[in-house]
């Protein structure tokens, strides 16, 4: 295979009769940050399940470092390196903002400890005042801080971020947009999955467009923006 | 009630309260966490009970048969989930009753094959055959406190286990968002799989120390099942606090209902749990 970090070919899914992937291939190569884009429901969310092991795919192969991982269990191929921010959250309401840290802490793959709790927690100084509240009791923005630093603690070289900044106020929306440029610069893969076209071209080295299941365009930032009839005509914007 | 004979009261109703949240305490962490109805928790309770009678009467030590018990109520529990129960996380609650009940019967039935249909008794340990003597003529059983303290320590370690450790991180996490706990690179099978054999070992560990304070009988597995289903539901669905206070409610209202209302003992744990569902539909303690 290519030197991808994470690839996806000819990906087919299905939920029950619906045929939601029809043929996707998609890669994101070391420390790129991609954009994927679509409008609901065109299988954005299906697509990173499908490389992430959490839905299986029914043809088609997913391949993280070169190795072929449809069919290992999840945990398996988030060890490889890969990080996963899901729509809604998903933090742990019932444990601590310092239990949600730490229970995920692991060095990365090639055993780099970058990502310590330390550091995450300077990186989201508010998390730092509220370690001892249980996740429950936490804001949005602050529940979505700690997702994104959870994820950072298995010391990832890929992070997926689904609708990272979705139901934020602006200027916690921009306070994460600041962080994802952190994470950017620091070398890490980030795939992001975000309504804010703006502002996932603005540092994205390439944007993809699924439309129905297939990807319709892909390309760089400025290639999307002097193109704005591809944005009308995917996405409705 | 003079003083001496409340006070034995009270210790016999939180020497049966602890053990009972022995069995429970694993009944609501495999419902609460794998979401598996197990009808068949009772029967490691009267697995370990007769464990501790064969092997007490192999081995001539109770200490022994408590801790080979212990040892293969592991091995019995890693293996059920390994071989039934984790293929049944994901189906209906039906079919989880379905098997945990033939469970019931094949448990019962090799129970019967091996060790016959006779009620038995494991000795008191000689160490702890004692009594400490209160009045002229009330005395206290040295072994029901053993009991007590026993339960007391593994309700602590049980505790610790879940509060303070990375597993106990994971047992709580598992049971708010499975699919969560895997994308971060965590084994959630392999916690799936320690819960169940913890909930299996503490059941037939409240067996195995409960053998020489009662006897061992066919049907002792059923008959505590039912009243650890109370336990949990007054609890809350899940929560191992939730069936602590539960299990000692439970105990304290047994054993004083016996005492003070004997004629309608037997329905007062059952209008406790009507009276907290109605005050609480969700149990003592709900879950965040």
Redesign the interface.
Known sequence: MTGALLEARELQTYYGASHVLRGVDFRVARGETVGLMGRNGMGKTTLLKSMLGLVKPRYGGVWVRGELVTGVEPWRIARRGIAYVPEGRGIFPNLSVRENLTMAARPGVEGRCDWTCQRVLETFPRLAQRLRHGGWQLSGGEQQMLTIGRALMTNPDLLILDEATEGLAPHVAREIWRIIREIRAHGIATLIVDKNHAAVTAISDRNVILVKGQVVFEGDGPTLRARPEILLQHLGV | MDFYSLLIQLLNAVQYGLLLFLVASGLTLIFGIMGIINLAHGSFYMIGAYLAFSLASLTGSLLWAVLLGTVLAVALGLFLEWALFSRFYRREHLEQVLLTYGLILVFEELRSLILGNDVHGVAVPAALSASIPLTDTLSYPVYRLFMSGVCLVLAGGLYLLIQRT?VG??I??G???R???????????LVYRLVFALGVALAALAGMIAAPASSVYPGMGTQVLIICFVVVVIGGIGSVWGALLAALLIGLVDTFGKVFLPSISGLLVYLLMAVILLWRPEGLVK??
């Open positions: 990375r991180m994971m709580r996490a049971s708010s968002n699919e969560m706990v895997q994308s971060l690179g965590l084994n959630i099978n879950r965040t």
